[in-house]
C-alpha cells in the first residue's frame, strides 16, 4: 500500500516552485506508464524507439543497433519484428506518411542484410508483403524505394532456397513500371529504370536455381521479354557492328533505360538453359510483329545478334528453328516483311556458321528454296494481275520488293553454305542442283507446276545463284570430288538452254569447283596476254584421278563448251566465261592428250565460225575468232612450245594490222567496225592445223589425231535443253581449211561422208522414240485390253511363230514315194508323190 503526501493548500498559490512533493507526484505517473509499457514485448519497443518524433531526424541508429543485435540474438524473434514493421510500414503508407515509410524500409533492408540464419525465410515474407505494399502505391517515390529494396533483397545468397515463394506479383508490378507513360519525362524514366532494375533483380533470384523454374513459364517470359523490349527500341541509333558489342559503362547502366534493359536482356538469354530457350526467344517475335518491326527491320536484327551473342553456342540451332518457324507462319505477309526475317535469319546464320549448327543444315535450305519458289509464284502472278489490271504501279513496287526477298535468300543460302565444312557443303550443292528444274523432265524436287515458263525460267537462275554462293571459296583435292558424274550431269544441262544468262551461271559455278589454285581473277576478262608468265599462274602436276576424269568426261566439257559458244543470244560475257573455262581446264587438267584435244576444239571452232552453218551474225562469228586467238595464244605460252608460239604470234600479229575485229581487244568495243563476209580473207589471218601439228610434232607431242576434225556427240541433253532441232547439235565438218582456206601442204584426211551415213545420223534418235512409243502402246494394251482378245492375238502369233511351224513339221509323217494315206468320203486312198517332186533338206542333197 503506496502512502500519499497530502498538499496544503497554501502550496497551491506557488505552482512553478519546484518541492519535494511535486516531485513525489511527478514520479507516481512515471512509475504509472512504465508500468503499462512494461507489459508490451521488448522486440516492439525496440522497433518502435528506431522511429524518431520527427521523421525527418532519420532512423535512430543507437536503437537501430540494439535492434539489430536482438535480431541476431534471438533469430526466433525475426518473423515477429518483420511482421510488426509490416504493420507499422502499412498504416504509415494509407497515412501518406512517407518519412516513416523511408525509416521502416531503411530498418528493413539493415534487417534482412544482417541476418543469415534459417529463420530469415519467414522474415522475408514479411518483407516481400511490405516491398508489395510500396509497389501498389501510386507514388512513384515509394515504388522506386520498394525496387531498391527488392533489388538488394535478390542480390542477397540464401543458404537454402525457399520453392514455396513465388514471384508472379513481382514479374507483373515490374512489367508494369517498364511501360510508364507518367507526364514528367524525368519521372517516367525513373520509373521505368525501377521496373528493369526489378525484373533483373527477379531474374537473378530466381534462374540460379533449376528447381525453381517458374520464371522461365511462358506467361512470365510474355511479360518481361517485351517489357524489355520496349525499352530496348528507344535507342535512336542501332548498333550495326558484327562482332559482340561492348559492354556499357555503369554510368549509362543507372541512367539510360535502353541500355539497361538491354544488359538485363544479355543476362536472361545467358541463363537460359536447352530447356528454355524456346519460351525466352518467342515473345520476340510476337513484339516485332506486334510493333511492326520487321519493315525496317534494323531493331530486329539488332535483337537477334543480341540473342545470337548471349546464348550459349550450343543452342544456336534452336533459334534459327525459331526463326524458319516463323518464316513459315508469315509466308502471306508483305514481301518486305518477308525480306525483313529473311535477313534476320542471314544474321543469326552469319553469327551460327562459326559455331555448333545442329542438325538444321538441310532444313535451313529446304525452307529457303521452299520460300524462294513461293517468291517467284507470287511474283509471277504480280506480273500476270499487272499485264491484265490497270494497276501498273503497284505491280511494279511487288514486283521490287519480291525481288528483295529473292535476294534475302540467296545471300543467306550463299552465306551459310559457304561457311560450311566441305563434307555437308557438296551435300547442299547436290541438294540445290537436285531442285533446279530442267524443261522436258520430273527429276527436280521442286514444284513449278504454277510457275509457267517466265516462272520456271526464274526459279532456273535463282536456284543457280545460290548455288554460286554456295560454291564459293570451294577448294577440292581432286576434280572428281568437286565435280561427281551425278552432280555434273545436271549441272552441265541448264548450259544448253536457250538463255545467256542460265549459261553464265553455270560457267561461273564451274569456275569456282575447278579453279584450287585461285587463278581466275588472273584470268578475268578476254585478252591477248603479251606474256603469260607475268600471270604468276599456280599449278600442280595432274594427279591420276583428274587424268581419269577428263577421260571420262573430258568429250562432254568440250561438247557444252562448243555449243554454248554458237549460241546466237551470247553477249560479251559469254565469250569471257567460255576462254576462262578452256584457260582452267588447261591449269587444272591438261596433260598432253587434253591439249591436243583443246587444240582440236579451237580449230573447230574457228572453222564453224568461217563456215556459219548456223547463220550467226558477223558479230557472233568474229567473237568466236577472237575467243579462238585469246585461248589459243594463252595454250601456246603455257606448253612453251616455241615453233607453236611464233605461229600463234604471227596470226595475232597479222590480224592486228589487217583484221583486228578478230581479236577480243577490238571486236568488243562498242564502235567495231565489223566485215561483210569471212569467206574473201586470206589464209594467213587463220590458224592452220597443219602448222600446229608440225610445231608440236617437233616437241614430241602426239599429233595424230590434230588431223581429225571435232565432232561434238549428241545425246538427250538436246532434247532436253529444249533445242530447235537435232541437227543443230551434229556439227558435220569437212576440211575447212583444204576448201575455203586454200593451202599448199594441207592433206585432205577427213572420213567419207553419204547420204546413209546422215539420215542415219538424224534417225537414230527418232527410232528411240518410235521403240518408246511401241513400248508404251503395248503396256496400255495389257491393262485397258479385255482379256478375250489379248488371249486370241497371242494365240495367232504363236502359230505362226517359227517353233510351231518346226512341231508341225516333225507331228506330220515326211513324204513319201509310195503315197501317204488320206481318208476322203469315208474310204482311205494313198496318193504317190514323184520323187522330183519331194523336197529334201540342203544337207542331204549333193
Not at 523511408?102 to 516491398?131: T, W, Y
Request: charged share 25%.
Amino acid at each position: 500500500m503506496k502512502d500519499y503526501v497530502q498538499v496544503p493548500a497554501a502550496e497551491l498559490e506557488k505552482p512553478y516552485e519546484y518541492t519535494s512533493t511535486r516531485e513525489s507526484t511527478t514520479f507516481l505517473y512515471l512509475r504509472v506508464c512504465c508500468c503499462c509499457s512494461a507489459l508490451r514485448p521488448r522486440y516492439k519497443r525496440l522497433v518502435d524507439n528506431i522511429f524518431p518524433e520527427d521523421p525527418k531526424d532519420g532512423l535512430v541508429k543507437a536503437d537501430m543497433e540494439k535492434l539489430t543485435f536482438y535480431a541476431v540474438s534471438a533469430p526466433e524473434k525475426l518473423d515477429r519484428i518483420g511482421s510488426y514493421l509490416a504493420e507499422r510500414l502499412s498504416r504509415d503508407v494509407v497515412r501518406h506518411r512517407s518519412g516513416y515509410v523511408l525509416i521502416a524500409m531503411e530498418a528493413l533492408d539493415q534487417l534482412l542484410m544482417a541476418c543469415h540464419s534459417q529463420s530469415i525465410k519467414p522474415f522475408v515474407e514479411s518483407f516481400l508483403h511490405m516491398v508489395a505494399k510500396l509497389l501498389e502505391s501510386g507514388e512513384p517515390k515509394l515504388q522506386v524505394l520498394g525496387t531498391n529494396s527488392f533489388v538488394k533483397f535478390a542480390n542477397i545468397e540464401e543458404d537454402t532456397p525457399s520453392y514455396h515463394r513465388r514471384y508472379d506479383f513481382f514479374v507483373s508490378r515490374f512489367s508494369a513500371m517498364c511501360h510508364s507513360c507518367h507526364s514528367d519525362p524525368e519521372i517516367r524514366t525513373e520509373i521505368r529504370i525501377a521496373g528493369i532494375r526489378g525484373i533483373q533483380g527477379v531474374v537473378r533470384k530466381t534462374v540460379n536455381d533449376e528447381l525453381r523454374a517458374t520464371i522461365w513459364e511462358p506467361q512470365h517470359m510474355d511479360k518481361i521479354v517485351p517489357s524489355l523490349l520496349f525499352n530496348m527500341q528507344k535507342i535512336e541509333e542501332v548498333d550495326s557492328r558484327i562482332g559482340p558489342p561492348s559492354s556499357p559503362s555503369a554510368a549509362d547502366k543507372e541512367e539510360n533505360p535502353a541500355v539497361l534493359a538491354e544488359n538485363c536482356f544479355r543476362e536472361l538469354l545467358g541463363r537460359a538453359t536447352f530447356g528454355n530457350m524456346n519460351n525466352a526467344v518467342r515473345p520476340v517475335f510476337a513484339h516485332l510483329d506486334h510493333h511492326k518491326l520487321w519493315d525496317p527491320n534494323e531493331f530486329a536484327v539488332h535483337c537477334f545478334k543480341i540473342i545470337m551473342y548471349s546464348i550459349q553456342a550450343q543452342y544456336s540451332h534452336h533459334v534459327i528453328q525459331e526463326i524458319l518457324g516463323h518464316l513459315d507462319a508469315r509466308k502471306n505477309d508483305s514481301p518486305r516483311v518477308r525480306a525483313g526475317i529473311i535477313q534476320v535469319l542471314l544474321e543469326a546464320v552469319a553469327i551460327a556458321a562459326k559455331g555448333s549448327i545442329g542438325p538444321t543444315v538441310l532444313e535451313v535450305f529446304n525452307t529457303l528454296l521452299k520460300h524462294l519458289r513461293l517468291s517467284v509464284e507470287f511474283e509471277a502472278n504480280y506480273l500476270q494481275g499487272g499485264s491484265v489490271g490497270s494497276g501498273n504501279l503497284s505491280t511494279s513496287s511487288k514486283d521490287n520488293d519480291e525481288k528483295i526477298v529473292q535476294n534475302a535468300i540467296i545471300q543467306t543460302i550463299g552465306f551459310f553454305g559457304s561457311n560450311l565444312p566441305d563434307y555437308q557443303r557438296s551435300e547442299i550443292m547436290m541438294f540445290i542442283m537436285g531442285k533446279v528444274p530442267v524443261f522436258g523432265t520430273s527429276t527436280h524436287i521442286l514444284d513449278i507446276s504454277q510457275l509457267g515458263d517466265l516462272g520456271t525460267r526464274r526459279i532456273q537462275i535463282m536456284l543457280l545463284r545460290s548455288l554460286l554462293m554456295v560454291t564459293s571459296g570451294y577448294k577440292a583435292k581432286t576434280i572428281v570430288t568437286a565435280l561427281p558424274g551425278s552432280f555434273l550431269d545436271p549441272l552441265l544441262s541448264p548450259s544448253l538452254m536457250e538463255d545467256s544468262e542460265l549459261r553464265q551461271l553455270v560457267l561461273e559455278v564451274m569456275h569456282n569447283l575447278m579453279d584450287r589454285h585461285d587463278n581466275r581473277a588472273k584470268l578475268r576478262g578476254i585478252r591477248i596476254i603479251p606474256d603469260v608468265a607475268d600471270l604468276k599462274i599456280k599449278r600442280e602436276k595432274i594427279c591420276r584421278q583428274d587424268t581419269s576424269f577428263m577421260k571420262k568426261n573430258g568429250q562432254q566439257l568440250y561438247r557444252h563448251i562448243y555449243l554454248g559458244c554458237k549460241e546466237e543470244d551470247n553477249v560479251q560475257k559469254n565469250y569471257e566465261l567460255l576462254y576462262t573455262s578452256l584457260a582452267l581446264i588447261t591449269i587444272e587438267l591438261a596433260n598432253e592428250e587434253v591439249v591436243i584435244d583443246l587444240i582440236r576444239l579451237a580449230i573447230a571452232l574457228q572453222d564453224s565460225a568461217i563456215i556459219n552453218e548456223d547463220n550467226l551474225p558477223m558479230f557472233h562469228r568474229c567473237g568466236i575468232m577472237a575467243l579462238v586467238a585469246a585461248y589459243l595464244n594463252f595454250v601456246s605460252q603455257m606448253i612453251a612450245v616455241p615453233a607453236f608460239c611464233q605461229h600463234v604470234s604471227k596470226v595475232i600479229e597479222i590480224r592486228t594490222m589487217e583484221a583486228p575485229y578478230f581479236l577480243p581487244e577490238h571486236i568488243f568495243r562498242d564502235k567495231c567496225m565489223l566485215p561483210k563476209s569471212l569467206e574473201k580473207h586470206e589464209k594467213n589471218l587463220y590458224f592452220l592445223t597443219n602448222k600446229i601439228a608440225e610445231s608440236l610434232g617437233g616437241s614430241g607431242y602426239s599429233v595424230e589425231r590434230l588431223s581429225v576434225p571435232y565432232v561434238p556427240q549428241v545425246t538427250d541433253e538436246d532434247r532436253l535443253s529444249r533445242r530447235k532441232s537435232i541437227v543443230d547439235t551434229v556439227s558435220i565438218q569437212v576440211d575447212i581449211l583444204s576448201n575455203s582456206v586454200p593451202s599448199d601442204d594441207v592433206v585432205s584426211n577427213t572420213e567419207e561422208i553419204t547420204f546413209e551415213a546422215l539420215k542415219k545420223a538424224i534417225d537414230t534418235n527418232g527410232m528411240e522414240e518410235q521403240e518408246k512409243e511401241k513400248r508404251r502402246l503395248v503396256i496400255e494394251k495389257f491393262q485397258k485390253a479385255p482379256f478375250e482378245e489379248i488371249a486370241a492375238q497371242c494365240e495367232s502369233k504363236l502359230l505362226n511363230t517359227p517353233i510351231n511351224n518346226a512341231l508341225f513339221f516333225f507331228r506330220s509323217p515326211p513324204p513319201s514315194p509310195s503315197g501317204t494315206l488320206t481318208i476322203t468320203s469315208g474310204h482311205a486312198q494313198y496318193q504317190s508323190v514323184p520323187v522330183y517332186e519331194m523336197k529334201f533338206p540342203d544337207l542331204c542333197v549333193y
